[in-house]
């Protein structure tokens, strides 16, 4: 397989632009999803389940992580375009299911301006780091065994939180919105060092799994700042 790193310019050039094209739509389209949720009533109705009971959460972020994992897996691995597709769909719709009680809160019991700063500040942060990751030479792929290793430890927290009712709190967040900017600098690498120019949808799902990390924990970041 010839990746795109081993490209002509001119197929690298391109392959970048459909990659960020399609993310953008992606992000488009989680903004539309979220939309429908609020106006349909489900983001309330998830809200109330997962106040309802902490273990309410972990069950709903245990099964849409699952979905996520088998629609990245499925993307990542399909040379079918219709089936990258498919792919980057379910994980939208899974990432916005999962984002509706956190936005649903952070719209009505926060500030009015949490949502639009948490947003621009993980627009700006996204476009520094993948300046960076785009226009030096450096390979940083070399962060994916110390993004594994942090992902299982993050996860480990997450899910004792949950069972033993602790809060996290700020400096988590802090943590998780430095191992989303890691990751966001790992996956723009690997897509360039390890994918080939017909994979630009599965690109895209990879870049907005990190981008869709990152808002989470600024969001939570800029609610918790907000309430200080």
Known sequence: ?????????SERATFIQKTYIHLAGAVGSFVLVSILLFQLGIAEALTNFVMASRFSWFAILGAFSLLGWFSRSLTAKADSVETQYAGLGIYVLAQALIFAPLLYIAAYFSDPTVLPTAA???????????????????????LGGILKIGG??????????VIFGFTLGLLFSVVMVVFASAAILYDTSK???????EHYVAASLELF???ALLFWYVLQIVMSLSRR
């Open 1 to 9: 397989m010839v990746t795109v790193a081993q490209s002509r310019p």
């Open 120 to 142: 621009i500040l993980t627009l700006l942060l996204f476009g520094g780091l993948t300046a960076v990751a785009l226009t030096t030479k450096t390979d940083f792929t070399f």
């Open 152 to 161: 299982f430890v993050a996860l480990g927290l997450i899910v004792c939180s």
């Open 191 to 197: 897509i360039m060092r390890h994918y080939s120019k």
């Open 209 to 211: 799994a990190s981008v």
